[in-house]
Each structure stands twice: as C-alpha cells, then as structure tokens.
C-alpha cells in the first residue's frame, strides 16, 4: 500500500517550453500533497503544500508564477514548470500523506521525474 | 531555526558489516521518519519513529526525542544497501512539512 506515482520519470525540453509534472496516490486518498526540488547530491527541499480544491502554499524563495501547483482531485495534483530554463533543470519529487490510516503526517514519495532544459 | 543533522556524511562498508547513522533534530522537530533514495532517486519509507525503537529485518531505528537524536542501524550490510539515507521531521506548527537532512551516502562494497 501507500503507493505514489509520477510522470513523465524523466523529460528534456527546449528553454522557453512548459512541462507539466503529473503526481498520484495510486491507492490512498490525500488531501495534501508536497513538491520537492533535488539538485545532485543535495538533499531534498520542499517547494510547495498543494491542498485539494486550494491554492498551494509556496515556500520562501519560490515562484508561484513559475511553479504552478493545481490539486484537482484527492489523488492527484500537478506540477506546471512555465517558461523553462536550463536553470530549472533538477530532479523534482512529490509527496503525498494518507487522509487515513497510517501514522500522522507520515508522507510517501513518488519515484521523481527528472527534468533537462536545453 | 530548524535543524536536522546527519553523520557522517559519508561512508563505506565491506558487505556484511554493519554501521549507525546518526540524526540529531532541534527542538522544532518531531515525528522523525528514515528513508532510503536508491541510486534511481526513489524514496524508500524505512521508518516513522517519534520515538521508541522499531525493527525491520537488517534495519532498526531509534529515537531518543528528550534527547533530540536518533539512530539507524544497518546490520550484515549488501550492495543493495548503497544509497543516501535521510531522516526528516516534521516543523512543529507547520501543518505536517517535513525538513530533511544532509543525508548520508552509503556505499557497500564486495
């Protein structure tokens, strides 16, 4: 159980394109899903809170114009990275936590989609 | 601030040996949880450990929250072990975000 899936796992596109990130709970329910961005050998650091039928809350330093976050049913929300440049080029993880069962605030993770921009 | 650390950052074993990864949170963190990113970046759930010790086969974690630190232990070490592993916590008052570490990258050796 508690399985999270992303897609694409991995995309190159042109600077300039957008590329949209797809994020599931295949067999749970979740109200809140998180986004994390990953640079080579640095550990994860959260981007943003996606809620379901909410706005997402950004974090610090984040673009919310640039990063757009929408969480249309309790199993998926999506990952929109606008105008593409090669410095958004990393390794981006999503998150989910069970609406119920399992332990409080315990979050499973997607396999990640890797992103190149060219 | 917030903080979690990890040591050591770095470390080699021979298969079969075993190892302790140590994780020290401040005092805004609780709900500690391990995980294991392969070297394809999936994050494996290893343990959800506040507080106590739990087991899971070679793996067992402990924490120790009056004392804000917690350790995994890996015993009889594989290859398949290779990885970096991160404990997160949760920022308390911050409705469930997780903090991770620096990790610890692991690599079993034959």
């Known amino acids: 159980g508690a399985v999270v899936s992303q897609h694409p796992s991995w995309v190159i596109c042109k600077s300039g394109t957008s590329v949209k990130i797809e994020c599931r709970s295949l067999d749970f329910q979740a109200t809140t899903m998180f986004w994390y961005r990953q640079f080579p050998k640095q550990s994860l650091m959260l981007m943003a809170t996606?809620?379901?039928?909410?706005?997402?809350?950004?974090e610090q330093g984040v673009e919310k114009d640039k990063f757009l976050i929408n969480h249309a049913s309790l199993t998926l929300s999506t990952l929109t990275v606008t105008s593409a440049h090669p410095e958004d080029s990393s390794f981006y993880i999503c998150?989910?936590?069970?609406?119920?069962?399992?332990?409080?605030?315990?979050?499973?993770f997607g396999p990640g989609t890797r992103l190149t921009v060219l | 601030g917030i903080q979690v650390e990890q040591s050591p950052p770095d470390l080699i074993l021979q298969e079969g040996a075993n190892s302790t990864l140590r994780c020290n949170f401040s005092d805004s963190v609780n709900n500690l949880q391990w995980f294991h990113q392969n070297p394809w970046g999936q994050l494996i759930n290893l343990f959800y450990?506040?507080?106590g010790t739990k087991q899971n086969g070679r793996l067992s974690a402990t924490t120790v929250a009056t004392e804000r630190y917690s350790l995994l232990y890996i015993s009889s070490s594989q290859t398949t072990d290779s990885g970096v592993y991160f404990c997160a916590g949760i920022n308390t008052g911050t409705a469930s975000k997780l903090t991770f570490g620096t990790g610890t990258r692991l690599q079993v050796t034959l």
């Open positions: 996606s809620n379901e039928g909410s706005k997402a809350t950004y």
């Open positions: 998150s989910a936590s069970p609406l119920m069962g399992g332990s409080a605030n315990e979050q499973f």
């Open positions: 450990i506040p507080s």
